[in-house]
């Protein structure tokens, strides 16, 4: 009892204290509509939306698409940009990705480094969970080793 009140203070204390950086929201997209169960085949998006209480110039962000079983199956990241710059207010990174996932149960997680100070601004998962669906598995080969065509863009 006494461990379970000191980690109900903890988050409420942790609550209270505001990041300078904070993931706003977090949202799997296909045809350009948030959704829970995206289609087999079929590109599909990972908006990433950051609130910033600074300008950080320097970062780089690192995406996970990971499946039930927990194993990362997809991982990208913005370090083949020259700079991923963190305004003070709003910004997006937008993942476009080639959909080779198998039909199944996935969520995201989500990193932020200032690589000017190392520090983590961002670190959080099991967001987002999404299903992806559709998947004849009479006609496609089973599990396999894929490198989807992953596209960025800083929004």
């Not at 296909?30 to 998006?45: D, T, V």
């Not at 990193?111 to 987002?128: G, H, P």
């Not at 009479?138 to 989807?148: D, N, R, S, V, W």
Request: glycine share 4%; aromatic share 8%; hydrophobic share 35%.
């Amino acid at each position: 009892l006494e461990k379970k009140k000191k980690t109900i203070e903890w988050r409420q204390e942790k609550k209270k204290t505001r990041q300078p950086v904070r993931l706003d929201n977090l949202s799997v997209c296909q045809r350009g509509k948030a959704l829970k169960r995206i289609n087999f085949k079929e590109e599909f998006s990972i908006n990433v939306d950051i609130e910033a209480d600074a300008t950080y110039a320097d970062c780089v962000m690192g995406v996970h698409i990971i499946n039930n079983s927990g194993q990362v199956v997809v991982a990208m990241s913005t370090k083949k940009l020259d700079k991923l710059s963190i305004n003070k207010g709003s910004n997006r990174v937008r993942f476009t990705v080639q959909n080779v996932l198998a039909e199944g149960e996935y969520y995201v997680a989500v990193a932020v480094e200032d690589n000017e100070t190392k520090n983590l601004l961002i670190k959080e998962s099991e967001l987002s969970l999404f299903y992806v669906t559709g998947m004849d598995k009479t006609k496609e080969t089973q599990f396999g080793l894929a490198y989807p065509e992953i596209k960025m863009e800083v929004l």
